[in-house]
């Protein structure tokens, strides 16, 4: 297509990005997010909080696979896509709920990877963020509505809240289930995260210098 529509586009984008009360989530590098796109989901400081989301049993159960966060910071796991908002926006807008996917071909589990919050076993009350369908308008957004908020203390860190139908939103954090594993949990501390373009982080070795 011609270039100069895609120049209009981003332009439009970053217009409507800048100029708009409702703003855009922006990667590492500062560039606006957009729905097509993934991004890995990375820890806001670099290093010892170890590395990006994958997909793993949790217990004794094969399926639904679950989020885990990597141990390791090298470790940039599965990249995610955001997609559903209402506004009628390209860029993935902060504040507004959507729904989160794992950007994987496929998994032991043969269903789509859209997070939702899973119920919690008794007696430990952990929420953790499992894979499953797409979720359908209705009862389904109740459990699979997330939001990304912007965290002040970390350059171009976020934090994900999940949003349940009653307009409250709680922080996702960081849980070990009972064999030790990192794992994404709803009522946790928040976890500032960065985001960076999935196709990007191939190819440019200078994107880690985050802070
Ligand atoms: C996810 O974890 C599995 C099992 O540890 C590992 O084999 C795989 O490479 C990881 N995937 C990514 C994309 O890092």
New binding site residues.
């Given amino acids: 297509m011609n270039p100069m529509f895609y120049f209009l586009l981003a332009l439009t984008a970053v217009l409507a990005a800048t100029t708009n009360a409702m703003p855009a989530v922006l990667d590492v590098n500062g560039d606006v997010m957009f729905g097509g796109s993934s991004y890995y989901v990375l820890p806001a400081i670099w290093g010892p909080t170890g590395g990006?989301l994958?997909?793993?049993s949790l217990g004794d159960t094969q399926c639904p696979l679950y989020i885990?966060k990597?141990e390791s910071e090298v470790?940039?796991?599965?990249p995610v896509k955001f997609s559903n908002w209402m506004p009628k926006v390209w860029f993935v807008p902060e504040s507004q709920n959507l729904n989160i996917e794992m950007d994987?071909a496929a998994t032991i589990c043969v269903q789509s990877t859209y997070w939702w919050v899973a119920p919690s076993n008794l007696p430990i009350m952990t929420f953790w963020i499992a894979a499953g369908p797409k979720p359908e308008h209705g009862e389904d957004s109740s459990r699979s509505f997330f939001q990304i908020k912007k965290t002040d203390e970390f350059h171009r860190g976020y934090k994900i809240t999940f949003c349940s139908g009653d307009g409250g939103c709680d922080d996702v954090g960081i849980a070990r289930d009972a064999n030790g594993v990192a794992r994404l949990a709803v009522g946790s501390e928040p976890f500032p995260f960065v985001f960076m373009k999935a196709s990007e982080a191939e190819t440019s070795p200078k994107t880690m210098s985050i802070i």
């Fill in positions: 990006g994958n997909l793993s885990q990597e470790e940039r796991g599965i994987v």
